[in-house]
Each structure stands twice: as C-alpha cells, then as structure tokens.
C-alpha cells in the first residue's frame, strides 16, 4: 500500500488523496514564506500577508494531523503511525506553532525553534509519487549504498591522518590537526576540490592523486547502483500498469 494511505481505511483512500493534494500546495506555500523572510525589505512590506499566510498553512497542518491521527486510531494503527517517520516529521512541522504558546520564548530560542519548519521539505516526501518511487529504489539498495558509505568513510578517515602526517611540518598553519586534513579528504573523495586546502609536499600529492583515483570510484558505484534499480522499478511499474 502506498506510504500515504499506510494508516487510512480504505474506505477513506479518495478522502485521503485529495488531503494530500491539498497538502502538498500548502508545504510548497509554506516553502515559499521561509524563503520570503530572507527578503527583509520584501517581509517587513508585506508582514502581515506573510504571517497570516504562515499561520494558515499551520493550522493546516495541526487539522491534517489531526485527521490522520483518528484514521490511525480507527485502522487501530496509532502508535504505528505516531511513531513511525512521517508521524514525527508531522508533528515537528506543527511544532514551531504551538511551542511559543505554550511556553515562553526568548527571541533566539524562537528563531531556532521555526528552524524546524523546514521539515515541511521532507513532508513532500509523502505527497510526491516520484519522491516516493525513488525512496523506494534507494530502498531497495541500501545495503549495496551502505557497503560503500562505510568504504568511503574508511577511505576519508584513512587519508586524512596520512595527509596530515605528510602536510603538518610543510603546512602547519593550513594542516593545522587531523580535523583539516579530513576536510580535505572529503572534498578530494567527493570531488568536489574546494582548494581552500591543497598538498604541497611529494608525498601529499602522492595521496591526493590515489584519493582522487578511489574517490571516483566510489562516487559512481552508488550513483550506477541507484540508476540500475531506478530503471527496473520503473519497468516493473509500466509493466503493472500495462496489466491493469
């Protein structure tokens, strides 16, 4: 059964639909207001839409989460789905609201508390088919995933003490402890090669080629596993659909 309906009857499956739908705009709306409060000048001209359209989405969500905590219950599935990831994720997003009522807040603490509206994101999670069909695919290979994570995690680990070893004497105020040099590591496996941090010794070189060989490596094993299980799933679904 689909992750949405997981704790509805399915007498309810259509009512069910049309909340998500419902919700999935809201949590693009309520996106859209976090991004809107970085605009200060922007905010400060049109604060009261802003708020009013942020304490919609909130009450929004608190009915939402509420109607799906009475499916739970009548499917005899509440401590299932209050417990499991999008029960929580659910409750978080409701939690920047209700918090500051409840108890009171300083400025700061209120400002890291609406932080967790950014769980809205993940809510997404469970409205989109397409998000859905790719946690599933990555599902499906986590064990493949994780084997590689850990060998990257060695690999990041491992290089970054040699580094630091090969680097300190040469670059004390850059390879300061081993803290940078697994920074480094990780830009280098990953890719990504910042250049705030860069060998310059023989033998740092030496490790910074052979990281950047192995990192190759294990950036296109996971990108190569979840590309091979995608399209499978994706076969397997249009054959389903074909016959249907």
């Known amino acids: 059964m689909p992750i949405i309906l997981k704790y ?22 309520s996106i859209g207001t976090i991004i809107a409060e970085s605009f200060h000048e922007f905010y400060n001209r049109h604060r009261t ?5 942020d304490v919609g989405t909130y ?17 005899k599935q509440l401590r299932a789905y209050a417990l499991s990831f999008f029960g929580i994720i659910d409750l978080l997003a409701i939690l920047p609201f209700f918090l500051p009522i409840l108890i009171p807040l300083d400025s700061r603490s209120l400002r890291t508390l609406r932080l967790i509206r950014l769980v809205n994101i993940v809510k997404i999670g469970r409205h989109n088919k397409g998000i859905q069909t790719l946690m599933k695919v990555v599902r499906s290979v986590q064990a493949e995933v994780g084997i590689v994570m850990f060998a990257s995690i060695i690999a990041v680990v491992f290089a970054g003490i040699l580094m630091f070893y090969a680097e300190h004497q ?15 590591a990780v830009a280098t496996l990953t890719t990504v090669g910042y250049g705030d941090i860069y060998p ?17 490596g294990l950036v296109a094993v996971p990108a190569g596993l979840i590309s091979a299980a995608y399209v499978e799933e994706i076969h397997s679904m249009n054959e389903e659909r074909e016959h249907e």
């Not at 839409?49 to 359209?53: H, K, N, Q, T």
């Not at 939402?64 to 905590?69: A, F, S, V």
């Open 200 to 216: 310059v010794t023989a033998l740092g070189k030496i490790i910074a080629a052979c990281l950047a060989l192995v990192g190759i």
């Open 170 to 184: 040469a670059q004390p105020s850059i390879f300061t402890d081993m803290g940078a040099s697994i920074w480094w």
């Open 49 to 53: 839409i802003i708020v009013a359209i």
């Open 59 to 75: 009450v929004a969500f608190s009915l939402e989460y509420i109607l799906r905590i009475w499916w739970a219950y009548r499917a």
């Open 8 to 29: 509805v009857p399915k007498q309810e499956a259509m009512k069910s639909l049309t909340l998500n739908r419902i919700v999935y705009v809201l949590i693009l709306i």
